[in-house]
């Protein structure tokens, strides 16, 4: 009796075998950077993007949603970045845990975004269960490449990053919505991934190369110009003319971004000048190999690495360029039988491009964060490569599962490494010292980071070593870097109290780069102190010509001009100061006492004086005597003597609690006449500050 074995086909991966992926890669993003939710801020853009923006930290409203398209503050074009930040700032104020949080939840969804899509694309239609096994794990392989690679760090645990995170999640919502229109064209389908591309471009301008990935997408695995293969070549061409004419508006919207970012970037009053283009050309072709070696072996990483300028060598550079020209060469002509190759190098090489260093902008040689897109074209390259040359393997399934397994696990333990260098600005610049010669950017920082301490003499050490390395190059392109140190060295003179010493350096820094406006801020800051008024206004003038709308440099000139009496220049300053920091305590205050309190009686505004007032303590939270005095003497221009009064004496007895005895005992005096329904007008303006 003969026993017939039937044979059992195995079939693709069911849907809770997508979903357990998608939870692996989840629990992995969360091991590796769940630790920087304890993290702190960093002084390397954080400032300008978050804690030191008052657009974004006052939180969420419709003036900031409205600027947020308008502001060129931070010199990028990323209105849906802004906005992030400003969500961020609503839900958790300025502790930098949440704003870590959104980071890594934008990362898990980008990855988990990045697994259905590739899966979806490569994976449906199959006509084997191998196939769309082989789709599954490969799927599976580069979504976990994605997540936790070390050089993805960079972008995840940066908070001012923020625009790597969220334009990724829009651009694999752009690839996902082009292959639903691909597969069943319609209008809708069309209108919706332009309006989620627009928001990628809004998120970050990098992702102007998006409508050439869409074409190498339609080359494989969409195979669009394959379905008319059997009329011809002739015909073929004419399909791809129509899928390139279709993509006409996503390159319009490219365009646009593209003019935009460049008009912020490279004309910015703080931009950096352009190397000459041969260096420029040279390092952009060692840096494509650069990426491609971190790729295998992601050591030595560092939030900055220095500029080599002119001194690659020839072999190096040469070297370079026959390897980009061999791999190209190689890929096309591997193209009919393993068009994957084509495809995943012409991503990498294309999404690179605007930020590659050829159009240059930012003193960095290459960055970690520049691959968080572009390496997922290797990715899928080189894991579809591994996939075809294995098929004849015996043990191939258990031997991939161990190997790449191993590499995940490798992979991971080293991003989690690399994530505890973010921990504070101080581990951070220590471990760019660490891995990289001279670089005056990370001394230049981790001095900034031990001024703010108050370890002055440590962070002295380390500016003048900056300096000291800036000044070997003479090339002007590093004019902004040495005002920058010079600007640094004299703040740390300036908080030791020598101001002369202060006062020659950042004269220094302005011979440097005449249109850097905090040299100029910090310059009349100092002669302020030094009672030089005339030469302080003059200073923070020329700032406001540089940067016209900066609330500090405003109500620093407003104070000045009070001391010289020309008090309703000052008060015009006053105001420009609110307009762009409605919170600005300082411009609050001695606007408030102004129109209450000053000598000018056409400045007088005992209403207005009231509603600014009642800003300034709220924003105090009723926690300084000065600011509720200011009330007390608003109420009192207002006639409201009883509230006068009353807030007069609350003043007084906090004034009391923290120990400002004289302020108290002044304070009282100023309430006996408010007693008599006399506003109070100090012609002195003691109470400005």
Same mark, same amino acid.
């Given at each position: 009796?003969?026993?017939?074995?039937?044979?059992?086909?195995?079939?693709?991966?069911?849907?809770?075998?997508?979903?357990?992926?998608?939870?692996?890669?989840?629990?992995?993003?969360?091991?590796?950077?769940?630790?920087?939710?304890?993290?702190?801020?960093?002084?390397?853009?954080?400032?300008?993007?978050?804690? @030191?923006?008052?657009?974004?930290?006052?939180?969420?409203?419709?003036?900031?949603?409205?600027?947020?398209?308008?502001?060129?503050?931070?010199?990028?074009?990323?209105?849906?970045?802004?906005?992030?930040?400003?969500?961020?700032?609503?839900?958790?104020?300025?502790?930098? +845990? +949440?704003?870590?949080?959104?980071?890594?939840?934008?990362?898990?969804?980008?990855?988990?975004?990045?697994?259905?899509?590739?899966?979806?694309?490569?994976?449906? @239609?199959?006509?084997?269960?191998?196939?769309?096994?082989?789709?599954?794990?490969?799927?599976?392989?580069?979504?976990?490449?994605?997540?936790?690679?070390?050089?993805?760090? #960079?972008?995840?645990?940066?908070?001012?990053?923020?625009?790597?995170?969220?334009?990724? &999640?829009?651009?694999?919502?752009?690839?996902?919505?082009?292959?639903?229109?691909?597969?069943?064209?319609?209008?809708?389908?069309?209108?919706?991934?332009?309006?989620?591309?627009?928001?990628?471009?809004?998120?970050?301008?990098?992702?102007?190369?998006?409508?050439?990935?869409?074409?190498?997408?339609?080359?494989? $695995?969409?195979?669009? #110009?394959?379905?008319?293969? &059997?009329?011809?070549?002739?015909?073929?061409?004419?399909?791809?003319?129509?899928?390139?004419?279709?993509?006409?508006?996503?390159?319009?919207?490219?365009?646009?971004?593209?003019?935009?970012?460049?008009?912020?970037?490279?004309?910015?009053?703080?931009?950096?000048?352009?190397?000459?283009?041969?260096?420029?050309?040279?390092?952009?072709?060692?840096?494509?190999?650069?990426?491609?070696?971190?790729?295998?072996?992601?050591?030595?990483?560092?939030?900055?690495?220095?500029?080599?300028?002119?001194?690659?060598?020839?072999?190096?550079?040469?070297?370079?360029?026959?390897?980009?020209?061999?791999?190209?060469? &190689?890929?096309?002509?591997?193209?009919?039988?393993?068009?994957?190759?084509? &495809?995943?190098?012409?991503?990498?090489?294309?999404?690179?491009?605007?930020?590659?260093?050829?159009? #240059?902008?930012?003193?960095?040689?290459?960055?970690?964060?520049?691959?968080?897109? $572009?390496?997922?074209?290797?990715?899928?390259?080189?894991?579809?490569?591994?996939?075809?040359?294995?098929?004849?393997?015996?043990?191939?399934?258990?031997?991939?599962?161990?190997?790449?397994?191993?590499?995940?696990?490798?992979?991971?333990?080293?991003?989690?490494?690399?994530?505890?260098?973010?921990?504070?600005?101080?581990?951070?610049?220590?471990?760019?010292?660490?891995?990289?010669?001279?670089?005056?950017?990370?001394?230049?920082?981790?001095?900034?980071?031990?001024?703010?301490?108050?370890?002055?003499?440590?962070?002295?050490?380390?500016?003048?070593?900056?300096?000291?390395?800036?000044?070997?190059?003479?090339?002007?392109?590093?004019?902004?870097?040495?005002?920058?140190?010079?600007?640094?060295?004299?703040?740390?003179?300036?908080?030791?109290?020598?101001?002369?010493?202060?006062?020659?350096?950042?004269?220094?820094?302005?011979?440097?780069?005449?249109?850097? $406006?905090?040299?100029?801020?910090?310059?009349?800051?100092?002669?302020?102190?030094?009672?030089?008024?005339?030469?302080?206004?003059?200073?923070?003038?020329?700032?406001?010509?540089?940067?016209?709308?900066? $609330?500090?440099?405003?109500?620093?000139?407003?104070?000045?001009?009070?001391?010289?009496?020309?008090?309703?220049?000052?008060?015009?300053?006053? #105001?420009?100061?609110?307009?762009?920091?409605?919170?600005?305590?300082?411009?609050?205050?001695?606007?408030?006492?102004?129109?209450?309190?000053?000598?000018?009686?056409?400045?007088?505004?005992g209403a207005r004086a009231v509603e600014l007032a009642r800003n300034l303590n709220r924003v105090s939270k009723q926690n300084n005597p000065f600011f509720i005095r200011t009330l007390a003497a608003a109420y009192a221009e207002a006639g409201q003597f009883d509230a006068a009064v009353k807030t007069a004496q609350g003043a007084s007895e906090l004034a009391n609690a923290q120990g400002q005895h004289g302020l108290a005992v002044q304070i009282q005096d100023e309430t006996d006449l408010y007693r008599q329904h006399l506003p109070f007008r100090d012609r002195t303006l003691r109470n400005a500050q």
């Open positions: 009796m003969k026993v017939r074995v039937r044979k059992i086909e195995t079939t693709p991966w069911s849907r809770l075998a997508h979903f357990a992926v998608c939870g692996a890669v989840v629990v992995l993003i969360w091991i590796v950077f769940g630790q920087t939710l304890s993290y702190d801020f960093v002084n390397y853009d954080d400032k300008t993007y978050v804690y @030191g923006n008052p657009l974004v930290s006052s939180g969420l409203s419709l003036h900031g949603l409205l600027r947020a398209f308008v502001d060129t503050q931070t010199n990028n074009w990323h209105p849906l970045t802004l906005v992030s930040h400003m969500i961020d700032c609503q839900l958790y104020d300025l502790k930098p +845990g +949440g704003h870590h949080f959104t980071n890594v939840f934008l990362h898990t969804i980008a990855a988990v975004l990045l697994f259905f899509w590739l899966r979806n694309i490569t994976g449906k @239609g199959q006509s084997k269960a191998s196939a769309a096994r082989t789709s599954d794990w490969s799927s599976a392989f580069v979504t976990a490449l994605f997540a936790i690679h070390p050089l993805r760090v #960079e972008s995840v645990a940066w908070i001012a990053e923020r625009k790597d995170v969220l334009s990724a &999640v829009f651009f694999f919502l752009t690839l996902g919505a082009y292959v639903h229109y691909a597969r069943a064209p319609s209008v809708a389908r069309y209108i919706t991934m332009s309006i989620l591309f627009a928001c990628g471009l809004m998120s970050k301008p990098m992702l102007v190369t998006t409508p050439v990935v869409l074409l190498l997408v339609d080359y494989w $695995p969409l195979n669009r #110009e394959q379905r008319t293969e &059997v009329r011809g070549q002739k015909f073929k061409a004419e399909i791809w003319w129509k899928l390139i004419a279709e993509k006409l508006p996503l390159f319009g919207l490219s365009l646009a971004s593209s003019i935009v970012a460049l008009a912020l970037q490279v004309q910015a009053p703080a931009s950096v000048g352009q190397l000459p283009f041969s260096w420029r050309l040279q390092n952009a072709l060692v840096t494509y190999v650069t990426y491609v070696w971190q790729m295998f072996w992601p050591a030595n990483l560092a939030v900055f690495y220095p500029h080599p300028d002119d001194h690659l060598a020839f072999w190096q550079v040469a070297l370079a360029a026959a390897f980009l020209i061999a791999i190209t060469w &190689v890929v096309f002509a591997l193209r009919r039988n393993r068009p994957y190759l084509l &495809v995943g190098w012409l991503w990498y090489l294309v999404m690179l491009l605007p930020v590659i260093g050829i159009v #240059e902008v930012g003193l960095q040689g290459h960055a970690d964060r520049y691959t968080y897109l $572009p390496h997922v074209g290797l990715s899928i390259a080189l894991t579809w490569l591994v996939s075809d040359v294995a098929r004849s393997l015996p043990h191939r399934k258990e031997i991939l599962a161990v190997v790449g397994g191993g590499i995940v696990i490798v992979l991971s333990v080293c991003a989690w490494k690399q994530t505890t260098y973010w921990r504070n600005s101080e581990t951070l610049w220590t471990r760019a010292l660490a891995v990289t010669t001279d670089n005056d950017v990370a001394l230049t920082n981790l001095g900034t980071s031990l001024m703010d301490r108050g370890q002055l003499d440590d962070a002295l050490s380390y500016f003048q070593r900056a300096l000291a390395v800036r000044s070997r190059s003479e090339h002007s392109h590093y004019n902004l870097s040495l005002a920058l140190i010079h600007d640094s060295v004299g703040n740390v003179l300036a908080r030791k109290g020598r101001l002369n010493d202060a006062v020659a350096h950042f004269r220094q820094a302005i011979e440097f780069r005449p249109d850097y $406006p905090d040299a100029h801020y910090n310059l009349g800051t100092v002669l302020f102190r030094s009672r030089d008024l005339d030469g302080a206004i003059a200073e923070w003038r020329v700032t406001l010509s540089l940067h016209p709308n900066d $609330p500090g440099t405003n109500a620093n000139l407003g104070n000045a001009l009070v001391q010289k009496g020309l008090l309703r220049e000052a008060a015009t300053h006053y #105001e420009v100061a609110l307009q762009s920091e409605p919170d600005s305590p300082v411009a609050l205050n001695n606007l408030a006492w102004l129109l209450s309190a000053g000598p000018d009686d056409s400045l007088r505004n």
